[in-house]
């Protein structure tokens, strides 16, 4: 409770200059209701009736229950808001939606960390920055939409750098032969168990035979090494029928990042 919702001096010289007792607690709860959550309650009275007898405690109000009167001018309420904001120096989220979104756009382009590490991320870079907290479904849709793009354009640029004979020879080995039950791609990625001279011979082989494909010569220097490697592992545990089934320019760079 002390860590969360204390108040200092300044806070309860802030706090004494209220006109009432409702106004007194309810304006040093909106205070450490922001503190704690990094976002003004719509309603300052949802607070946990434990934290509202501590607050109270503290600017010297005998009965909490005097609270249920701070509701019944909305002015108020804003009024004290605003003041607070100005007070521990927060700011709107409009004023810094612009620089998240380019913070975001940034992370995701060089992680690809997913929705849920991406929305994290984003509320503790706002809590850092004393950004006032939208409500949890709008961060998320736009948290989403900027790693969307991000991943759009990653996928665009390696697009771009693969040939038309390079996507040629990576759907070959997609492609199932007549009387057949694997693809080549399917056999290479079961590897060659065998330790014998044979086995040796064989894992060679596949190496080489990988190798005659040319994805080397491929310029993926326009993504970051880590986006590259993180594509060649998720390939790797996903069904190929399913790779088939995907995006064509997606599907052709996953196969390459693969094979890379």
Not at 86 to 93: E, I
Not at 163 to 169: D, G, N, P, V
Not at 208 to 224: E, H
Request: aromatic share 8%; net charge positive.
């Amino acid at each position: 409770m002390e860590r969360f919702f204390f108040l200092d001096d300044a806070d309860r010289e802030l706090v004494v200059t209220r006109r009432g007792a409702h106004n007194r607690l309810g304006f040093a709860s909106q205070l450490v209701t922001v503190r704690f959550l990094g976002a003004f309650l719509s309603d300052p009275l949802d607070v946990p009736l434990v934290v509202l007898d501590y607050v109270a405690a503290q600017v010297g109000v005998g009965d909490p229950s005097c609270v249920k009167r701070y509701t019944e001018r909305e002015k108020t309420r804003l009024e004290h808001q605003w003041e607070i904001a100005q007070v521990d120096g927060f700011v709107s989220f409009a004023s810094a939606q612009e620089s998240l979104v380019q913070w975001l756009d940034r992370r995701s382009w060089t992680t690809g960390d997913g929705p849920k590490a991406l929305f994290f991320a984003a509320v503790a870079w706002l809590r850092e920055r004393k950004v006032l907290l939208p409500a949890v479904t709008p961060l998320m849709r736009l948290v989403a939409e900027v790693r969307q793009a991000a991943e759009t354009r990653l996928f665009d640029q390696l697009a771009g750098a693969v040939s038309a004979e390079q996507a040629r020879l990576l759907e070959s080995v997609l492609q199932v032969p007549e009387g057949q039950r694997r693809s080549q791609l399917d056999l290479w990625r079961r590897g060659e168990r065998s330790t014998t001279g044979r086995g040796m011979v064989a894992a060679l082989t596949r190496v080489s035979s990988i190798a005659g494909l040319g994805m080397r010569r491929v310029d993926v220097a326009v993504v970051p090494t880590r986006r590259v490697i993180e594509l060649a592992r998720r390939r790797r545990h996903r069904s190929w029928p399913g790779i088939r089934t995907g995006a064509g320019w997606r599907r052709c760079w996953r196969r390459c990042g693969g094979l890379r």
